[in-house]
Nanobody, 118 residues
Framework: QVQLVESGGGLVQAGGSLRLSCTAS????????MGWYRQAPGKEREFVAAIRQGTGREYYADSVKGRFTISRDRTENTSYLQMNSLRPEDTAVYYC???????????WGQGTQVTVYS
């Protein structure tokens, strides 16, 4: 069973940037998809972005398009979420996810807090 561990959350002023990382416990096959979800206080968990390990195809929620970029380093079994132009409404716990189908929801990391203040 693959395990996913996130890092990189923190506190940032609106307009700033953060980069989240997610490292898998084992080598990922080409059809594997890694993704990110987030959950803000009092709200449902929502999809943020995903990337296919093999092709590198990216997927984004409309709310983050043009501001967030997902990438992966297959040699390190790691995906990254570069978050720019952060807004207070981006404040949430961000979860790394993985799976063999889109959107990836089979495996979840423990979550990392991102707080954006104005």
């Amino acid at each position: 069973q693959v395990q996913l561990v996130e890092s990189g959350g923190g506190l940032v002023q609106a307009g700033g940037s953060l980069r989240l990382s997610c490292t898998a416990s084992e080598r990922l096959y080409s059809s594997y998809i890694m993704g990110w979800y987030r959950q803000a206080p009092g709200k449902e968990r929502e999809f943020v972005a995903a990337i296919r390990q093999g092709t590198g195809r990216e997927y984004y929620a409309d709310s983050v398009k043009g501001r967030f970029t997902i990438s992966r380093d297959r040699t390190e079994n790691t995906s990254y979420l570069q978050m720019n132009s952060l807004r207070p409404e981006d404040t949430a716990v961000y979860y790394c996810t993985g799976g063999s189908s889109y959107p990836p929801q089979t495996t979840w990391g423990q979550g990392t807090q991102v707080t954006v203040y104005s």
